[in-house]
């Protein structure tokens, strides 16, 4: 719960020690509070699993972004060169249709978002009925993943270059992704991204500016552990916002 506070309010470790001694006079709690070498020391290993309704069915959409780890500034970065202090996180992020968050992962900059796609695909227990990404997805181990899950709909955007995987003379079940550039090369990729509801990532998109307008695009903390343990906390806070309560919206015409 403190690491949760300290990561919402973007506080430094003694920053969040206060707040909650704070807090606790107030409501006259007996409760001791932990100091902030603890707290670093629990951040460390922490299991952090995320708030989520039970599902029997789900739409899968999946992105990734970048967040800012502890370093120099943009400015002294552009004059002075990249250094080792300077870097970055990758935050993976699957959601539902809803809009809730189902899995995460947290990568260095320089890991492809298709390594971690199966990881996070199981850590979902529902049934995965589709699967909406961008075109880095469009990789034969993702497929290969997303097969093993049972998937029927598939909206991953294809290569110009693309070519079929598997002929329609071969035995067994037609490929997903085959069928996907066929309807490309029939009617155009317009249509397909209509037909195919492509548009339905926008829910993740905005899922991860929430994150870094809520939870922050920067991470506190400089251990590598600690880092990972803060980025998957920021998606907790999402998720219990989440089941509060979103807004809905609706379309008003004039």
Not at 56 to 83: A, C, L, M, P
Not at 129 to 136: K, L, Q, R
Not at 171 to 182: A, F, T, W, Y
Request: net charge positive; proline share 3%; hydrophobic share 30%.
């Amino acid at each position: 719960m403190a690491l949760t506070v300290r990561k919402l309010f973007r506080l430094p470790l003694r920053q969040t020690e206060g707040l909650l001694e704070s807090l606790f006079a107030q409501r006259g709690q007996t409760l001791d509070v932990p100091d902030y070498s603890t707290l670093s020391r629990r951040g460390r290993f922490l299991l952090v699993e995320l708030p989520r309704d039970d599902k029997e069915e789900i739409h899968v959409v999946i992105d990734s972004n970048g967040v800012k780890i502890y370093g120099d500034g943009e400015w002294q970065r552009k004059k002075r060169g990249k250094t080792k202090k300077r870097g970055w996180k990758k935050i993976h992020v699957a959601i539902d249709e809803n809009g809730e968050v189902r899995a995460t992962d947290v990568t260095d900059e320089d890991t492809a978002d298709t390594s971690v796609t199966e990881s996070q695909l199981n850590q979902e227990q529902a049934t995965i009925v589709s699967f909406h990404g961008d075109g880095a997805y469009d990789k034969r181990k993702v497929y290969t993943a997303l097969d093993k899950r049972g998937v029927q709909h598939i909206a991953i955007p294809l290569r110009k270059n693309a070519k079929i995987w598997r002929q329609g003379n071969r035995n067994g079940p037609k490929h997903l992704r085959d069928e996907n550039l066929r309807v490309i090369r029939k009617h155009g990729r317009t249509y397909w991204k209509e037909a195919s509801q492509y548009h339905q990532r926008s829910p993740v998109e905005n899922t991860i500016f929430r994150y870094k307008t809520i939870p922050g695009d920067k991470v506190l903390s400089r251990d590598d552990s600690r880092q990972r343990t803060e980025l998957k906390l920021g998606f907790s806070i999402l998720n219990r916002m989440f089941q509060l309560g979103m807004p809905d919206s609706y379309a008003v015409t004039v």
